[in-house]
């Protein structure tokens, strides 16, 4: 099976600075796109950045300018690096992919379990 483990949350305060990074392990083929979405309770998930396997980009306008996503093709690592951060940008941030598995190859989305960023005032 194929797995997504998210590690670098934390307590940070307001104008510091996050990086988060999610690896995706198991029966990969290739993986066609990740990203990192973050929910707060009540509220529907949201997309805050995602990258194609060609390095293509988008972000949500709340965080342009402020957070970068990156990735390494060569180690299934997708990474979100924010910068002066804001209370508001305190969720469960979740990493997400798009891809194909492999033996029978299978396109898939997988969903990691999720780390949390607390941003204190």
């Known amino acids: 099976q194929v797995q997504l483990v998210e590690s670098g949350g934390g307590l940070v305060q307001a104008g510091g600075s996050l990086s988060l990074t999610c690896v995706a392990s198991?029966?990969?083929?290739?993986?066609?796109?990740m990203g990192w979405y973050r929910q707060t309770p009540g509220k529907q998930r949201e997309l805050v950045a995602a990258i194609t396997n060609g390095g293509s980009t988008n972000y949500a306008d709340s965080v342009k300018g402020r957070f970068t996503i990156s990735r390494d093709n060569a180690k299934n690592t997708v990474y979100l690096q924010m910068n002066s951060l804001k209370p508001e940008d305190t969720a469960g941030y979740y990493c997400?992919?798009?891809?194909?598995?492999?033996?029978?190859?299978?396109?898939?989305?997988?969903w990691g379990q999720g780390t949390l960023v607390t941003v204190s005032s």
């Open positions: 997400n992919a798009l891809l194909n598995s492999r033996g029978p190859i299978r396109y898939l989305e997988v």
């Open positions: 198991g029966s990969i083929f290739n993986i066609n796109l």
